[in-house]
C-alpha cells in the first residue's frame, strides 16, 4: 500500500516517525529546542495568561506568568520609578505586554498627556542591539502600517551591570492574536472583509521594510498590532528583524514555530525576505480558519503539519529550499485540496492569495508588494469602496512609498493605485494621516501576472534567532472619501 493510500493518522504517525530522522539543524549544526514564545495583555478582562500558540503547548508557566494569571499586571515601583527618561518622564500606568524578550508598559507622557507604550529590554552589553538599529532606520521612513518610535531611553537595573533599553512606540490598543481570540469566544469568525483590510496593510507594511532590504523574521498574530476602531493593522516587535546581505549567511533557528518558512526548518541560511511572506500566509490561512494551520508541535512536527497540506516537497522544492536535503527519502504524501482547509463561505480569491504565499518554492511565493495587487485586494480599489465600518476608505490605503514600490514592477503601480486617487503626497504626511489619536484616558487600559509564475525571478537582494542566546537584540555572528455602496461589511 502506497503511503497515500494510508489512514490519515497513519500517515501522521508514518511522516513523525521519517521526520524524526531527518536531521533538522541550524546554523551552528545544532539541535535547538523550539523556542517558546509567550504573550501577555493587559487588557484580558480577566487578567487571565493568554499564552501565544507557538510552542507554548508543552512549557509550564513561568513564575512571572503564574503571578500575573493569579494577580493583575500591576508594575513596581521600581518599574514606575525607573521609566523616566532625562528629557521627558513617562509615567507607567500598567503592563500590557510580554514576549521573551522584555516586558511592555502603557505610559502617558507627563508633560503632554500623550499614551504611549514603552518596550523595556533587558541589554547584553556584548552585543549591538539591532532592534532600536532597525527601528531607527525604519523611523526615519515613517509608514502608516509599521509602528512608530517616538523615542529612546537606557536606564540601569536593580543589578549593578544591568542596563535596559527603553523604547517608546505609539501605543496600538489590540493585537490580530487578540482579536482572534475575541472572535473564538464568541464562535464567530474573523470577518472576511478584516482579513482583507488587515492583509492589505500587512502587506504594503512588508513591502515597504522589504524595500528597505529589512528582513523581519517574527511575523505572527501577536507581533500584528491593531486598533479595531479605526481598522488600522501596525507591525511590531523588531527584535528579530536584520538586514539581509546577499552571501552573508543567517542564522536559521528564527521565527516562531507556527510561522516559520520550511526553508528555515531546512536549515537554509542563505533565505530572504520571503519567510516573511510564507509567515504572512500563515497568519492569513489562521484568520480564515480561526486556528493555526501548522500546528507543530515541535520544530520537526512543524514540517510534518506543512506536509499534511501541501504535501510531500518535489525534488525541485527541496532544492530551492535547501540543497543539502536533496537526497532524503519523504514518504510521498499529495496534497489537501486548499478549498477543503476553510469553511465554505471563505472566498475563493483570499484562498488563492494564501496558497500563492504558502508556496515551497521561495521564489514562487508572491513578494509583498505583489500580493497588494492580488485579486482579493481588488474591492479596496473600487471608487465606491468604504471600510468594514462603513466609514470612508482612507486615501493612505494608495499612497504608496518609495520603499515599498521599489520592488515592483510598473504595470503593478499603475494597477495598485486607483485612478480615483491623487498621486502621493510626501512620506511624512503620509504615516501622520494614519497615526492613531491616543485615547484621553487609560483607566480600562490589477494583480499582474508575474505573480508566481516566474522562477527566474530572483528574491530580493536582501535576504531572528533571539533563540541562541544574545538578547534583546537578535544576535548573528557577533555582533478619500468614496461614495459608501460597494460595501466591505461583513456578509
Ligand atoms: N506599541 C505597542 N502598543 C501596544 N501594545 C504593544 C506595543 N508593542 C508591543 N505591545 C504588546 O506587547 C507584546 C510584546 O511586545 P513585543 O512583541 O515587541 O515583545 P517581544 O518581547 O519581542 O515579544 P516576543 O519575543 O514574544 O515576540 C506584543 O505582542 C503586544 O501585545
Ligand atoms: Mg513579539
Known amino acids: 500500500m502506497s503511503v497515500s493510500q494510508k489512514s490519515a493518522t497513519d500517515q501522521q504517525t508514518l511522516l513523525s516517525d521519517m521526520m524524526r530522522d531527518l536531521a533538522v539543524t541550524d546554523s551552528s549544526g545544532t539541535r ?14 480577566t487578567g487571565a495568561t493568554a499564552a501565544a500558540t507557538a510552542g507554548a503547548a508543552a512549557a509550564p508557566p513561568s513564575e512571572f506568568e503564574a503571578r500575573l494569571a493569579e494577580k493583575s499586571y500591576e508594575i513596581s515601583a521600581q518599574d514606575r520609578k525607573e521609566l523616566r527618561s532625562d528629557t521627558i518622564n513617562y509615567d507607567a500606568q500598567r503592563m500590557i505586554g510580554h514576549g521573551s524578550f522584555g516586558a511592555v508598559f502603557l505610559a502617558r507622557v507627563a508633560e503632554t498627556n500623550e499614551i504611549v507604550a514603552i518596550k523595556k529590554v533587558l541589554q547584553d552589553r556584548r552585543f549591538k542591539n539591532r532592534e532600536l538599529q532597525i527601528m531607527r532606520q525604519v523611523s526615519k521612513q515613517p509608514h502608516p502600517y509599521v509602528v512608530n518610535l517616538c523615542h529612546h531611553f537606557v536606564t540601569k537595573g536593580p543589578k549593578h551591570d544591568d542596563v535596559y533599553l527603553n523604547l517608546v512606540l505609539e501605543y496600538v490598543p489590540e493585537t490580530v492574536y487578540s482579536v482572534q481570540r ?39 498574530p501577536q507581533n500584528l498590532l491593531v486598533d479595531p476602531a479605526r481598522q488600522i493593522l501596525k507591525l511590531c516587535d523588531f527584535g528579530s528583524a536584520k538586514v539581509l546581505m546577499k552571501g552573508e549567511p543567517n542564522i536559521a533557528y528564527i521565527c516562531s514555530r507556527y510561522y516559520r518558512a520550511p526553508e528555515l526548518i531546512f536549515g537554509s541560511t542563505d533565505y530572504n525576505t520571503a519567510v516573511d511572506v510564507w509567515s504572512q ?37 527541496l532544492r530551492a529550499m535547501n540543497p543539502n536535503y536533496q537526497e532524503f527519502r519523504f514518504p510521498q504524501i499529495r496534497p ?42 481588488n474591492d479596496l480599489r473600487s471608487p465606491t469602496a468604504v471600510m468594514p465600518d462603513g466609514t470612508p476608505m482612507p486615501q493612505v ?3 504608496f ?26 512620506p511624512s504626511s503620509i504615516a501622520a494621516t494614519a ?9 480600562g487600559g490589477g494583480y499582474t501576472s508575474s505573480i508566481g509564475t516566474s522562477s527566474t525571478r530572483s528574491a530580493p537582494d536582501t535576504s531572528r534567532s533571539r533563540g541562541e542566546g544574545g ?3 537578535g544576535v548573528e555572528g557577533g555582533a478619500t472619501a468614496a461614495a459608501a455602496s460597494t460595501s466591505l461589511a461583513a456578509p
Open 32 to 45: 535547538h529546542p523550539p523556542r517558546r514564545s509567550t504573550v501577555l495583555r493587559g487588557d484580558d478582562a
Open 182 to 220: 475575541q472572535y473564538n469566544r464568541n464562535k464567530e469568525n474573523f470577518p472576511i472583509p478584516l482579513v482583507k483590510v488587515y492583509m492589505y496593510q500587512l502587506s504594503r507594511a512588508l513591502a515597504h521594510i522589504h524595500g528597505m532590504g529589512i528582513c523581519h523574521r517574527d511575523i505572527k
Open 281 to 317: 500566509g500563515c497568519v492569513m490561512a489562521e484568520m480564515l480558519k480561526g486556528s493555526p494551520l501548522f500546528p507543530g508541535a515541535s520544530g520537526v512536527d512543524q514540517l510534518v503539519e506543512i506536509i499534511k497540506v501541501l504535501g510531500t516537497p518535489s525534488k525541485e522544492e
Open 336 to 377: 489537501h485540496p486548499w478549498a477543503t482547509i476553510f469553511r465554505a463561505s471563505v472566498p475563493a480569491d483570499a484562498i488563492d492569495l494564501a496558497r500563492i504565499m504558502l508556496s515551497y518554492t521561495p521564489s514562487r511565493r508572491c513578494r509583498a508588494i505583489e500580493a497588494c495587487g492580488h485579486p482579493f485586494f
Open 397 to 399: 490605503m494608495f499612497q
Open 401 to 426: 512609498t518609495e520603499e515599498e514600490l521599489a520592488l515592483a514592477m510598473p504595470d503593478l503601480v499603475q494597477a495598485l493605485v486607483p485612478p480615483h486617487i491623487p498621486r502621493r503626497p510626501p
Open 435 to 443: 497615526s492613531i489619536t491616543p485615547e484621553p484616558s487609560v483607566a
Open 471 to 473: 538578547g534583546g537584540g
